[in-house]
């Protein structure tokens, strides 16, 4: 039997999604407690969940690379404001305007600072993919100016989104 090419192309698309899907779906079987699997798939829809911000600075870092930068260091004044935007934005149910948390990293004395504010994500490997598909999201990860980043997630049960991210990155 002769497959045809576009049969063929329908039927890889088709099948490598649902394969992947089969294969979240046995790891979910045995999974224990707790976050199992690279934490880039980790669920951050769940009470108490954290980023693992080395693996979103590794990521983030191995993107810039293959684009030709340099990566970010992860800053601990940049971490904690993006924790408190991301705390701010599941309290008000809904993302902020990057505006807002620019002019305050700029008054922590961070120079040219920029983010990705964002919400309904549920896996880092989501918000990366998202982020890097949105042109004004994607600039923020490729600020060729930028040295620092910070990030953090905050979940909100109750809230439309769920989810909400913060990536502020900075000279």
């Known amino acids: 039997m002769k497959i045809r090419p ?12 649902l394969s992947l899907a089969a294969c979240a779906a046995t790891e979910a079987t045995r999974a224990p407690v707790g976050p199992a699997g690279p934490s880039l798939y980790w669920p951050m829809a769940a009470t108490g969940a954290q ?3 080395g693996a979103a600075h590794d990521m983030i870092a191995a ?3 293959n684009k030709g930068l340099p990566p970010l260091a992860l ?21 902020s ?19 990705n504010l964002s919400a309904g994500y549920h896996t880092l490997a989501e918000a990366f993919s998202g982020w890097r598909e949105s042109p004004a999201h994607n600039a923020v990860m ?30």
């Open 6 to 17: 576009a049969a063929l192309k329908r039927l890889v698309c088709l099948g490598l999604p």
């Open 51 to 53: 980023i693992d911000a």
């Open 63 to 65: 993107y810039r690379r």
């Open 75 to 95: 800053d601990p004044g940049l971490q904690r404001l993006a924790e408190t935007e991301t705390a701010a934005m599941a309290a008000a149910g809904r993302p």
């Open 97 to 115: 305007q990057a505006d807002i948390v620019k002019t305050v990293a700029a008054r922590m004395g961070y120079p040219d600072p920029a983010a």
């Open 142 to 171: 490729l600020d060729p100016t930028a040295t620092r980043m910070g990030i953090a997630t905050a979940y909100a049960p109750g809230s439309k989104y769920k989810v909400y991210w913060a990536l502020l990155v900075a000279k």
